[in-house]
């Protein structure tokens, strides 16, 4: 069973600023919020994580509220290449913590 | 170049027809998994290992075998595979230390059970 709740798709004109937001609202204290993307027929990618407020990198930026029960994924004027099921996780980072869990993920839908 | 490998990457095959899906990893990496995915249900995690004959069940191992008696490779084994199994199989690692950062997933395998 999924930890977390994200919106099941979004539409996107090219060259905007995209928003994705995950709902977690059982969050453990040593989970850290991981993204990843996924291209149809292939595996997925890691994009970003982080555990407190904002983290960014060449792909993308992830805002994390002080409460942690809520993470943004956000992505730069988008391209048509970014369209893609993206999904937010929880992870723990303790010992014994190995079990990834996904959800159903976001379709970002990319229009020209 | 860093990756995960899959084999085969398609296989069609009839119901009770025992099957191994390999996967190789050339990261080192100690933590290795296998998913599924299927259409509206996101992926789903089978099997686990995070070492070397050590391994755990994921969220749906039931039909499916595991082993891990070298680092490098995880193999997935369909003792008697049925058509509910048909599906897009990956393969992923991550180095245990660092299995909350980054996960490599393979290119997947998609079977189909008759």
């Known amino acids: 069973l999924a930890k977390t709740t994200q919106p099941i798709s979004m539409d996107s004109y090219e060259g905007q600023e995209v928003n994705i937001t995950c709902s977690h609202n059982?969050?453990?204290?040593?989970?850290?919020i991981t993204w990843y993307q996924q291209f149809p027929s292939q595996g997925p990618r890691f994009i970003i994580q982080g555990y407190k407020t904002k983290v960014t990198n060449e792909v993308a930026s992830l805002f994390i509220p002080a409460d942690r029960k809520s993470s943004t994924l956000s992505l730069p004027r988008v391209s048509l290449s970014d369209t893609a099921v993206y999904y937010c996780?929880?992870?723990?980072?303790?010992?014994?913590?190995?079990?990834?869990?996904f959800g159903k993920g976001t379709k970002l839908s990319v229009i020209p | 170049e860093a990756q995960v490998t899959q084999n085969p990457r398609y296989l069609i095959t009839v119901t009770g027809k025992k099957l191994t899906v390999t996967c190789s990893q050339n990261?080192?990496?100690?933590?290795m998994s296998w998913y599924r995915q299927d259409p509206g249900l996101g992926l789903r995690q089978i099997y686990y290992?995070?070492?070397?004959?050590?391994?755990d069940k994921g969220d749906v191992p039931e039909g499916y075998k595991v082993s891990r008696k070298e680092k490098r490779n995880f193999p997935l084994i369909l003792e008697s595979p049925s058509p509910n199994q048909t599906s897009l199989y990956f393969c992923?690692?991550?180095?245990?230390?660092?299995?909350?950062?980054?996960?490599?997933f393979g290119p997947g395998t998609r079977l189909t059970v008759l």
């Open positions: 290992s995070m070492n070397v004959e050590v391994t």
């Open positions: 996780l929880e992870v723990g980072s303790g010992a014994g913590s190995y079990q990834l869990t």
């Open positions: 059982n969050i453990a204290t040593n989970d850290y």
């Open positions: 990261m080192n990496h100690e933590y």
């Open positions: 992923a690692s991550s180095a245990r230390d660092r299995v909350y950062n980054e996960q490599f």
